[in-house]
C-alpha cells in the first residue's frame, strides 16, 4: 500500500525566508503527485501537481516542488515567506492505477514577523 | 466547470442524534467520492470512498456510514453522534479518469455535544 510521509508536523519560518516543507511517498511505481494549502475552517486547495513531465514544477501563490524518483520526494519550497502563506499543507500521492488518494500528516506553517 | 458544495458549514449536535451531511457534484460524470476527517491535530483521515453508485468503501471501522444515492450525490450519515465523531469533515471527488485532480468541498465543522 502507497504511503506519504511529511517529515514535521509544525513549522516555523520569519517573513520573507524560504519555506521548505518534506514529503517522501512510498509506492513501486512513482504515483501522481499533489500539494494542497489548507486555511482555517477551509476545504482544501490545490497548489500544485505532479503528474508527467518536467520534474520541476511550479504552482499557484510563488511556491513549487520538485519531483525526485531517486529520493522519492516531492518537497515544497518559497523563496520567500509571507504572512499569508500561514496555513496547513497536505502533501497527497494517487496511483495511476488506482483511484484513491493518500494523504501525508500535514504540516502547519507559522510565519513569524 | 466541476464544482462540489458540502453543506451544512456547522452543525452542533447532542450526543445519541442522528448525523446527515450532504455533498454534490457538478461539471463531471461518474466522480470518485471521498469523504475525509479531520481530528484536532491529526490530519486527514480516509473515512469512505465510492467509485460508483452504491459502491462504498470504509477505510476505517467507525460509527459512520456513507451512501450513494445518485451519481454526484454523496451522504455521511450516523444513526447515534458520539462524542468522538466530533471534527471537520471534508468531502472531495476526483474525475477518475485522466489526469487526476482532487476537488474539495468546504467541510462542515461538526460539535457533538
Known amino acids: 500500500a502507497q504511503s506519504v510521509t511529511q517529515l514535521g508536523s509544525h513549522v516555523s519560518v520569519s517573513e520573507g525566508a524560504l519555506v521548505l516543507l518534506r514529503c517522501n511517498y512510498s509506492?513501486?511505481?512513482?504515483?501522481?503527485l499533489f500539494w494542497y494549502v489548507q486555511y482555517p475552517n477551509q476545504g482544501l486547495q490545490l497548489l500544485l501537481k505532479?503528474?508527467?513531465?518536467?520534474?520541476l514544477v511550479k504552482g499557484i501563490n510563488g511556491f513549487e516542488a520538485e519531483f525526485k524518483k531517486s529520493e522519492t520526494s516531492f518537497h515544497l519550497t518559497k523563496p520567500s515567506a509571507h504572512m499569508s502563506d500561514a496555513a496547513e499543507y497536505f502533501c497527497?500521492?494517487?496511483?495511476?492505477?488506482?483511484?484513491?488518494?493518500?494523504f501525508g500528516g500535514g504540516t502547519r506553517v507559522l510565519v513569524k514577523p | 466547470s466541476q464544482t462540489i458544495h458540502q453543506w451544512p458549514a456547522t452543525l452542533v449536535q447532542p450526543v445519541g442524534s442522528p448525523l446527515s451531511l450532504e455533498c454534490t457534484v457538478e461539471?463531471?460524470?461518474?466522480?470518485?467520492l471521498y469523504w475525509y476527517r479531520q481530528a484536532a491535530g491529526r490530519g486527514l483521515q480516509l473515512l469512505f470512498y465510492?467509485?460508483?453508485?452504491?459502491?462504498i468503501s470504509s477505510e476505517v471501522p467507525q460509527n459512520l456510514s456513507a451512501s450513494r444515492p445518485q451519481d454526484r450525490q454523496f451522504i455521511l450519515s450516523s444513526k447515534k453522534l458520539l462524542l468522538s465523531d466530533s471534527g471537520f469533515y471534508l468531502c472531495?471527488?476526483?474525475?477518475?479518469?485522466?489526469?487526476?485532480?482532487?476537488?474539495f468541498g468546504q467541510g462542515t465543522r461538526l460539535t457533538v455535544v
Open positions: 497527497a500521492s494517487l496511483q495511476a492505477a488506482g483511484n484513491k488518494l493518500t
Open positions: 509506492s513501486s511505481v512513482p504515483p501522481y
Open positions: 505532479y503528474t508527467t513531465g518536467a520534474t
Open positions: 461539471g463531471t460524470s461518474n466522480p470518485n
Open positions: 465510492s467509485v460508483g453508485i452504491g459502491q
Open positions: 472531495a471527488f476526483d474525475s477518475g479518469t485522466g489526469v487526476p485532480e482532487a476537488f
